[in-house]
């Protein structure tokens, strides 16, 4: 298959402005790196800096810009299978009732279990414990949300690291489990700082690592320029800076991505489920692939957050608005569903609900099918003619390829609801939320597996205590 590019938001003229500015930034300006022994080692190598900030050459920079054009080549796009999952950091559930509860162990275990059974009706939902407990130490909180995750969720990709002090035992879960985790991420605090736990872990554990991956999460007017070619110009230096600066001190390999987020000045906040998001995500994907020189084929996945606390018309709203948009320009992973107020809090009613959208999206983007005639027309018609179409073979075997059954939404007249009125449709999502969570388990990790990892998780703990 030929790759078609996607349509251009930035001029060349542009992005090569962004891709100046980011290399004058690293020259005259640099990074600033928060561990003042390595801006000294740095200095030692032959860096230049001010005893904060370590500069960069454009030549170095340049280079590293050509090396992940050739390590990431934009490749062909299929249409493939919609897929989605669940965020791990939300801290609060909202009950099928409409309650809010913290998340504890228990709760997380058996979210894991409804997911699980929602997905053997919609298999596009990538398992894991939705949300991470809060009845354990705050270091330990995605540790236990790992754990969780590899009790209830077969085929569990993990998550890396978020605390130094639980990282040795995280990883040790991961190997137990034959998912070691080979890339962590070093989010760099903009503008143009080098710093924070990401930061301290990846320096750690960079020597059992195969790639280390620098962003940054930046509001654009906020913490860089509000205009694009010039945030997009500091973003890029903060982490490919990063990624220059942290090769040289380990030798480990790095690649660096370019990200901008919308922001509020009226409530101070990051907005999520917004056009404005949505665009920017957009030309994240586009300013990463074509300032080191490549072409840019359009959007992978879209992401279905919202600021929405509540499941309801907002949340839907912006929810399929966003998915809908991603998939017509050929999104196919959607992240991520049940989850509201960004990222705090998860619904499972919510859930069910973008679940079906997404499948009720995939019909739209899968067209209409369109199959050869090879019967005898004259005969079918004359068939048709007499008996008429609804109960012919035909009808009765493909009816389900030409008209989707929706599991929620209805599809029936207004005169047949005021004949015998029937359940709205979130009333039937949380039906089906009920029937699925008091559902048993359809998986569960072996004893003598889940045994091994409970010890590695209470050694863990055992720390955590002995250290206060």
């Known amino acids: 298959m030929i790759p078609i590019k996607a349509d251009y938001i930035f001029t060349d003229s542009q992005i090569e402005q962004i891709r100046e500015g980011a290399l004058s930034i690293l020259d005259e300006i640099g990074v600033g790196v928060g561990k003042p022994e390595l801006v000294e080692e740095l200095a030692r190598m032959g860096f230049r800096t001010d005893g904060k900030y370590v500069k960069i050459d454009r030549a170095a920079a340049r280079a590293k810009m050509e090396a992940q054009k050739a390590d990431r080549p934009e490749r062909p796009k299929t249409r493939r299978v919609m897929v989605t999952w669940t965020s791990p950091y939300s801290h609060t559930y909202e009950t099928i009732d409409g309650a809010f509860e913290p998340i504890t162990t228990e709760s997380n275990l058996k979210m894991g279990e409804f997911a699980a059974n929602a997905a053997r009706l919609w298999p596009g939902l990538i398992l894991s ?21 590899f009790l209830r969720a077969d085929n569990f990709s993990p998550m890396e690291p978020v605390s130094l002090k639980t990282a040795d035992y995280h990883f040790a879960v991961c190997e137990a489990m034959g998912r070691p985790v080979k890339e962590l991420p070093v989010y760099v605090a903009s503008p143009l700082n080098i710093a924070g736990e990401s930061f301290e872990i990846a320096l750690r554990y960079h020597r059992r690592m195969e790639r280390i991956a620098f962003n940054s999460m930046p509001s654009l007017g906020a913490n860089t320029p509000l205009n694009l070619i010039a945030a997009y110009s500091q973003t890029i230096a903060e982490t490919l ?14 690649c660096y991505g370019a990200s901008i987020f919308a922001f509020d000045f009226r409530d101070m906040a990051m907005p999520f489920g917004t056009p404005e998001k949505l665009l920017l995500e957009w030309l994240n994907m586009e300013v990463q692939a074509r300032v080191p020189g490549g072409e840019y084929y359009g959007p992978d996945y879209t992401d279905i957050h919202t600021n929405a606390v509540r499941c309801g018309i907002q949340a839907c709203a912006e929810k399929a608005s966003l998915a809908t948009a991603g998939a017509v320009k050929g999104a196919h992973i959607f992240a991520c569903s049940g989850t509201l107020g960004m990222d705090e809090l998860f619904s499972p009613v919510q859930l069910l609900l973008d679940l079906e959208m997404l499948e009720h999206i995939g019909k739209i983007t899968d067209g209409m099918p369109v199959d050869e005639f090879e019967s005898d027309l004259i005969a079918e ?35 047949s609801y005021l004949y015998k009125p029937f359940p709205a449709e979130i009333d039937r999502a949380r039906e089906m939320a009920y029937v699925l969570i008091r559902k048993p388990a359809v998986w569960r990790l072996n004893d003598s597996k889940a045994d091994e990892i409970e010890a590695i998780y209470a050694a863990a703990l055992k720390q955590l205590r002995e250290i206060g």
């Open 129 to 149: 414990c939705p949300g991470h407990p809060t009845d354990v130490p705050p270091e330990a909180q995605f540790l236990r949300h790992t754990v969780n995750s």
């Open 381 to 415: 018609v004359r068939a048709g003619l007499k008996s008429g179409y609804i109960m012919a073979d035909r009808t009765l075997d493909n009816m389900d390829k030409y008209v989707w059954q929706s599991r929620f939404f209805n599809r029936k007249t207004f005169g």
């Open 241 to 254: 800076g990063g990624a220059l600066i942290f090769e040289a001190l380990t030798g480990t390999g790095t």
